[in-house]
């Protein structure tokens, strides 16, 4: 297929048709010199990303795509909990930075039920991070650890299975400002503590619990 020169220099002098890239399973690291010419044609925009890796990876694509951090409004992670690239990121955002875009973060991480038990991954976030989206998905426990200040630009938070109700209860008092809640907590035993502590949002308009009867009218 081919186009005319002055169709090829407007797409190559618009930036905006740069600002996204979406990796799939089965990149080659040979041609990561495609990510760097794409993310130049960007220009200063911020980035949004998409990264998709069912099996193994040595962490080397997204190791490139680190050297843009500072650059990412929005970063979909779809791996295997044994895929590198999960465990890079979630270790680049311990370190807090105020010159970060990231708006919208979201981690799809699946694990093999045959083969390996369900592991458990703590994601640490600092509030310096100005996220509106947050969701982390799959089939394993993956608790988000939200530090320092309240996230008060936080609109969606989406947790496919956390530990149970005590990091609830820690996310929720972190978000003041959820207007959509959607949380995957497994069965709990009946507290023995008849204390109770109550936190409101008052912006909530959409609230889905996955879990027992019991459990939910706990949490709530």
């Known amino acids: 297929m081919r186009i005319c020169r002055t169709w090829r220099n407007i797409v190559l002098s618009t930036p905006q048709l740069w600002a996204g890239l979406c990796i799939r399973q089965g990149y080659k690291l040979k041609d990561s010199k495609a990510i760097d010419d794409w993310i130049a044609r960007a220009g200063a925009l911020p980035l949004s990303l998409e990264l998709t890796h069912v099996n193994d990876c040595d962490g080397a694509t997204v190791e490139r795509l680190l050297r843009y951090f500072t650059r990412w409004k929005a970063i979909h992670v779809y791996s295997s909990f044994l895929c590198q690239c999960t465990i890079d990121i979630l270790q680049r955002m311990k370190t807090p930075t105020r010159q970060s875009h990231l708006t919208d973060f979201r981690v799809i991480c699946y ?110």
Do not use: W
């Not at 038990?117 to 426990?141: K, M």
């Not at 978000?175 to 008849?194: F, G, K, N, W």
């Open 111 to 220: 694990h093999n039920e045959e083969y390996h038990a369900a592991p458990r991954i703590s994601a640490h976030l600092p509030s310096t991070f100005q996220f509106t989206e947050l969701y982390f998905g799959g089939n394993i426990y993956m608790e988000p650890i939200l530090d320092g200040d309240p996230f008060t630009s936080m609109r969606e938070l989406r947790i496919g299975s956390v530990p149970g109700a005590p990091s609830c209860f820690q996310i929720i008092h972190q978000c003041p400002s959820l207007e959509v809640l959607e949380i995957a907590c497994p069965s709990l035993r009946r507290p023995d503590t008849q204390q109770t502590t109550t936190r409101t949002l008052l912006k909530l308009h959409t609230f889905i619990l996955s879990s027992d009867c019991i459990t939910g009218l706990y949490l709530l």
